[in-house]
Antibody, heavy 119, light 109 residues
């Protein structure tokens, strides 16, 4: 059974930093392309960024609102993907979902972790 | 950037009825690039349909997807109580890579 378990969410002040972690199981993590998607309270879904598997270069892509502030990385030895969030803004407040990609869509989602940016 | 529009915003139906949800793209997209998700309150989304018409593993056959170009449809035939949720379409593109529609809320009449 595929499982994605996020951690690291919480309350942070504007301008602060936070690192989210997502530990995966139930599939060969090193072969997977992984992604983060967020959902502001009461709003729709917004893609944040993606990291390819190392054999495909391990490269990352980001949505415009987070580019230059957020960084996705992975540690295949720990089956873990990370989302480093810097220079946080109030509009970054959302539930952040770790997701596994399957070609052109997301085939598995974690349960999400809430990030609140507020003073 | 391709924009997805979903209609209606809210659809009120009774169990047993047929639901038809629409997703329109601002430009033509490949059917391979269109997916549908279901999200229940307090839960993560779940993949229902990919490639516009292929059901994901474990999805009941009352869910079906169709369409091409700029118009896509998710049909739920014979609504069950557990089907009342929010439905999102999603497309794979260039920038941003993944775009979601605003969602259709399917609620009980």
């Amino acid at each position: 059974e595929v499982q994605l378990v996020e951690s690291g969410g919480g309350l942070v002040e504007p301008g602060g930093s936070l690192r989210l972690s997502c530990t995966a199981s139930g599939f060969t993590f090193s072969n997977a392309w992984m992604s983060w998607v967020r959902q502001a309270p009461g709003k729709g879904l917004e893609w944040v960024g993606r990291i390819k598997r190392k054999s495909d270069g391990g490269t990352t892509e980001y949505a415009a609102p987070v580019k230059g502030r957020f960084t996705i990385s992975r540690d295949d030895s720990k089956n873990t993907v990370y989302l480093q969030m810097n220079s946080l803004k109030t509009e970054d407040t959302a539930v952040y979902y770790c997701t596994k990609l399957s070609v052109y869509q997301i085939d598995y989602w974690g349960q999400g972790t809430l990030v609140t940016v507020s003073s | 950037e391709i924009v997805l529009t979903q209609s209606p915003g809210t659809l009120s139906l009774s169990p047993g009825e047929r639901a038809t949800l629409s997703c329109r793209a601002s430009q033509s997209i490949s059917s391979n690039y269109l997916a549908w998700y279901q999200q229940k309150p307090g839960q993560a989304p779940r993949l229902l349909i990919y490639g516009a018409s292929t059901r994901a593993t474990g999805v009941p056959d009352r869910f079906s997807g169709s369409g091409s170009g700029t118009g896509f449809t998710l049909t739920i035939s014979g609504l069950e109580p557990e089907d009342f949720a929010v439905y999102y379409c999603q497309q794979f593109g260039s920038s941003p890579l993944y775009t979601f529609g605003p969602g259709t809320k399917l609620d009980i009449k």
